[in-house]
C-alpha cells in the first residue's frame, strides 16, 4: 500500500480558522475551547502541513491596541520559524462585524465602504509581514436578502473600485502578492454578488489590473450551486486563473457545511484531484473546513489528518487509474483525446466542406461513446476492484 | 386600471417551438398536435407579439430536401410579410439529433464537431434570409454526465474554435448578425458546459471577436442552480453584453420547467422586469416557454396571453413602486443612490484616510439598513395592497 | 381597500426567539441588543398579536436558579395579563447546549438522552403553568453528518420511547396539553431524523398515544427540501393532525432563513392561507421568522408587521378569489370539483366496468384542463390586475 | 480480491424499461434501437440477474387486441421458462398515455379515474399470470404544477379510495400479491402527491388493508429532494414496510438521472448496502436506472454489470468495514451501540431522576463522539487505503 504520510512538499494548507473553528452554529453554542494560533502551527506542522492561512482577526481580535498586536505578531512569527510552517495566504475578515451587516465593499453606507477599504489596507501589511504571496477576497456579505435595495449593477462598480485601489495598493508599497477571489452564492446574504466561478473570472477581466487577479474556488461553494466543482476549477485553469484552492466536502443544496475533505461525493474529489495534479497546479491545497461540531479537541486532529489522507489517496488513485491499460483503451473508445484535436484549423475558410459534412450525421449518430464502460472503470479503482 | 394589451412595441417574441410544443415529456407521449408555422405566425400577430424565434429545424424538419426547403421558408415568409411579424433570434438545433449526445462543438468526435458547425453555417444562412439580427447559441448537448470522459479544458478550447470560426463566417457574409451564448447548468447532460452567465461572460472576453457575442440568459436555467436571476441579468447588463434574454418560470432545483412567465416567484419576476425598464433594455422580451402539458391547443393561447399579461402588469407596478413617496423614502433610509458613488475617488492615494477610518466601524455598527420596510413595500405594490 | 390591521382574533403569534432574535449568524456577531421578554410582550400586544410563545430558555436562560426562575416567571405573568396576550405554545431547547451536540432523544449517549427527557419535563411544567395548550418538540440535533455513526432505526426507537415518555407525563400530571412534532430536512445537522411532514405524520402513528400528538410543519423547512408547503399541510389535515403551524419565508435548497411570511413565493403563501382558511383551521398563526440581520431595532417591528399584514392581505385575495364569476367557470372547465366525487362506490364489485372503461382514454385524452387559465386567473388575483 | 460475479441468489432484478431504455429524452431523440423483450430476458440471464420487471405496456403495447397480447405473454413466458428468470414485480404504466395528464388514480376527470383503476386490473391480472408477487404503484402523474386546480385532501381521498379498490380486487381473486407505493417529490409534474418515502409510509396506515401494502423507495427520488436515501429506506424498514427498493444514482436538485448504481454518491450507496445487507432484507435488489444516452446497445451491457457489480462490491466493503477492529473501537467510542439501549425503561415513572440528570449537562458536554475518526475509516475502506 502506497505511502499516505502529508508532508510540506504537498503543500497542504490549513487557516487558522478551520482547525480553529469551535463548533459554533446558528443554533447552539460552541463545543470547543478556542485554539491558541500557536499551537495551531506546532500541530499543523508536526501533521506535515505545509502552510497556515488567516483572517486578519483570527490572529489579532478585533479592538486590540497596536502594542498587542506587534506583540501578538511577534509570538506568531517566532513559531512560523521554529515549525518552518508558511502563511501562503492572507485574508481580511469583512463579514463578521455588524457594520458589514448590509455589506463591505459594497455597502449602500459610503462611509463603511471607506472603512472595509481601510480594514483590507492594514490587512493586507500584515500578510505581507508574515510572508504572504496570496490575498484571498471572499466578499460573504456583498450581496442582498431584498433585492430591492441595491442595484446590481452599481454594487459590481463599487466591488470593482475595491479591488482596483487594493491592487494599487499593493503595487504602491511594493509588495510581492497576488490577489484571488472566493466566489459564493449565498448564505450569510440570500444572494451574493459573484456567486460562481463564472462570474468572478468574468469581472477580473474588467478590473484596471487582471493579471494581478485570480481565483480562489471553493469545492462547498460551487457544489451549493449544484455546479461541477471540477468544471469550475477547469474553466479557471484555462484562464490561467486558479490562483489558489479550497477544499471540503458539500453536499448540493444545503447550507454550508465545510466537511472534512473526501467526505462526500468522492467521484467529484477524484476528479478534482487528477485536474489538479495532472494541470500540475503548484500552488497550496488549502483545506477551508472543520471538525463535525460533535467533536471534541482531538477530532480537530483526526479531521486535519483525514483531509490530506484522502487527498494523497486520490492522488495515488488518479496516477493508478491512468496507468492501466483497460483505462487506455476505454478513453481511445470515448474518442477522449481526440477532443484535443481543432475541429477546423482552416475556420471559416473551410465552410464548403464543413456544411457538406453534415449529410453524415445520421451515419454519426449509431456510434457509442463507452462512457458507462470508463465511468465504471472509474469506480472500479475507486472502490479498489481493480 | 391600467391597459395590459400587448402590442408590436412591447417586443414580445415566442419562439415556433414555444407555442407549438406538444407536450411530450420523458415519461409521457405529446397531448398536442403539431402546430403549423404559419397558424402560429397568425396567432401570434392576432396576439399583438413583436416576433416569432425559431430553430432551424422547427421550421425546416432534419431530412427536408432542399427544393422543399425553399418552398417552407417562402411560405412562412409570406406568412411574415402578411401580419408584419419579425423574426429577431434565430438559433440552430443541436441537440435533438442521435449524432449530438456527446456534444456538438465539443463532442469528443472531430467529425460530429465539424458538422454541427456545418449545419450552424446553413442555419445561420436561414436565420439571415428571414433578417434575424441575433443568433443564440444553447449548448444544451455541450458537457457529461461521466466527467472522466473529457478534459474540461479541451471542451473549452473547442467550444471557442466554434465561435470564432462561425463569428468569422458571418462577417465573411456580410451578415448583420451578433450572437448570444445561452447557458445552463445541466439537462439534459449531467454537467454543462458554461453553465451560468458568469461563465459565459468570462468565456466571451477569450474569444477572437468578443464584441460580436453577447449572453441570452434563460431565468430557468440561472433559477434551475438557485442563482438570482435578475443579478445575473445586471452582471450581463453591466458588461453591456445582454444582447437577448429568455423569460419564463421555474423553481429552484428542478428539471427544466419553462412555465409561463410569472407563474413562479412573483417578487424575482418584478426586480428582473424593473431593471430591464428602468436600464433601457431595448431587445425582444421573449418567452422561452410552454403550456403546461395538461393544456389542449386552446390553452396554448391562454398560455401565450399571460406571459404577456403579466409582463405588462409588472413593468405597470414598477413604475407604480419607483413614483410612491413611501418607497422613496424607504430608499433613502436605505442609503440605495449612494451605492452609486464613488467610494475613494483618489484610489490608493487615500489610504492614510481610509485606514483612519476603520475606527468607526464600532459606530456604524449601529444603524439600520430599512430593508424590512422596503421590501414590505414592494410586498404591498405587488398585491396592490398600496 | 380592505383593513389590513392585525387583531387578536387572527390568532398571529411570536416566538419569544424570533422578535428577539439579535442577527447572530455563522459568520457574524450580533447585530441587535437582547429584547426583555416584557417588553417583547407589550410590543406584541400593541401590534394586535395573539399570543407569544417561547423555549424554555428564551425566557429562562440555562443556568438560571430556581429562585430567580421563579421571578422571571412571575415577572412574564404579569405582562401576559397586563396585556391579554397569550402562551399559546411552547417548546424545549434540545439544540442549543454543547452536550446535545450528537442528538438529545437522540444521542448515543444514554445519559444525554435522559437529561433531555428531563429537561423536556421541567419546561412541559413551564408551559403548562403559562397556560400553553401545545408544546412543539423540534429535534434539531437529533441526527447525523456521519450517518455510518448512528444506526437510523435505533434512533427512532429511541425518538418514540421518549415522546412516549413526555406523552405519559402530561397525563399524569393532569395537564390540558397536546404535543406537535416539527419536522425539517437538514440545519444544524447534515441529515436530521423524520425530515418532512410526511416521515413525522407515519412516525405518530406508532406511537403508544397517536392521538395526543400532530404536526407543526414549517414553511422553510419544507421548502428547503423543494417539497410543496401547502400539500404537506393539506396531507396533515387530511389526518386531522395539523395542530400548529410556522410561517415564514424560504428559497429552496438554501440554508435555513426564516425570512418574513410572504417575502418569498407569494403563489404558494396565497394557496396555503386560502387552504387554512377554507379547512377552517382555528389555531394559532405563529410565525417562526425574524428580521434581516441588516436591521436595526425598529426594522423588528417593521419585519414583525410585514408578517401580519401579508397573511391578512392574501386571506382577503382568497376570498375574492374565490368569488369571481371567471374562476368559478375556470375551475368547472378544469373539473376540479369532481374530485372530491367518489371514484368507484361500488369499489371492486365494479371491476367489470372499471376494465371496459379503459377504452375510452384514447377519447378522453383530447381534453384541456384550463390550468393555464385557471393559474393566470390566480396571478391576475394576486397583482390586482383583477 | 473478491469475486464480483452475479449470480440469481443476490436477488438483482432489471425492468424491460431500464435496458431497454432507448435514449430520448425531452431535447432530443432515441439513440439507441428498441430491444425485444425476450432478448432481455436472455441477456439478464447470461449476466446473472434474477428477475426481470415491467409495466404492462413495457410487454403488451398500448392498443394491442386481445389476441396478440396472449401471444406476445405466451412467448415472453417462455423465454422465462427456458432462462429461469422471475419476474418478481409488476406495476401499471399510468403516466404516458395522454389522458393521464392531470392525473390517473387522482384526475379531476372522473371518467379518466375510473379507467385508470380499470387498466390497473387488467394490468394487475398480467402480474399474476407472470408470478409477480410485488405491484408497485408510481403515480408520477398524480400532482399539479397549478396547485390552484385541485384540493390536495381531494386528490388523498381519491388515490386512498383507488388503491383500497385495488387491494380488494387482489384479495377477491385470490392473487398472491402486496403493494408496494413508489413516492416522488416532482418530475413529470411540478409537485407530487406523496412526494417521500415518509408521506407514503402515513398515507399506508389510513388504508383499509395497511398489511397489503408497503412502500417502494427509490434512490433517485428521495435523492432529488436532498434526502438522506439510507435513512429513508430505514424509515420503512423500522415500520416492516420495505417490500422493494429501486437502486440508481443522482445528483440533488436535479432532473431524474437514474444513473447506473454507485455513479454518484458512493458513501451513501456504501451505507444503504450495509442498511441492506445487515438488516436482512431478502427482496428484490431492483436498478431502476438506465445506460447514459450516450451509450450504443453495448453501453448497455456494461451499465447492466456495473449496477451489480458495484453492489456486490459494497456489499463486501460492508463486511470488510464492520470486521476492522479499528471501525470496532471507533463505534464503541462514539457510542453507537448504546443507542439501542432504551432511555428510561420505566417511563414517566422515572420523571424524578430524568429530571435531577439535567444537572449532568454540562460536564456531558466536554465529551467527543469520534466520528471524524468513524467517516474516515469508512473513506478508507471505501479507497482500500485500509
Known sequence: MTDLTPSPEHKFTFGLWTVGNPGRDPFGDPTRAPLDPTETVRRLAELGAYGVNLHDNDLVPWGTSAAERDQIVSRFKAALEATGLKVPMATTNLFGHPAFKDGAFTSNDRRIRRAAIGKAMHSIDLGAELGAELYVFWGGREGTEAGIAKDPRDALDRYREAIDILCEYVVDHGYDMRFALEPKPNEPRGDIFLPTV????????????????????????????????HHGVAQALWAGKLFHVDLNAQRIGRYDQDFRFGAEDLKEAFLLVRLLENAGYDGPRHFDAHAYRSEDAAGVWDFARG????????????????????????????????????????????????????????????????????????????????
Open 307 to 386: 483531509c490530506m489522507r484522502t487527498y494523497l489517496a486520490l492522488a495515488e488513485k488518479a496516477r493508478q487509474f491512468d496507468a492501466l491499460a483497460e483505462v487506455q483503451e476505454a478513453l481511445a473508445a470515448a474518442s477522449t483525446a481526440e477532443l484535443a484535436d481543432p475541429t477546423a484549423p482552416q475556420g471559416a475558410a473551410d465552410a464548403d466542406n464543413l456544411k457538406a459534412e453534415v449529410d453524415q450525421l445520421d451515419d454519426l449518430g449509431a456510434r457509442g461513446f463507452f462512457n458507462e464502460r470508463l465511468d465504471q472503470l472509474l469506480v472500479d479503482v475507486l472502490l479498489g476492484s481493480r
Open 198 to 229: 463564472g462570474h468572478a473570472l468574468h469581472f477580473i477581466t474588467s478590473l484596471r489590473r487582471p493579471d494581478m487577479v485570480g481565483v480562489n474556488p471553493e469545492l462547498a461553494h460551487e457544489t451549493m450551486a449544484g455546479l461541477s466543482f
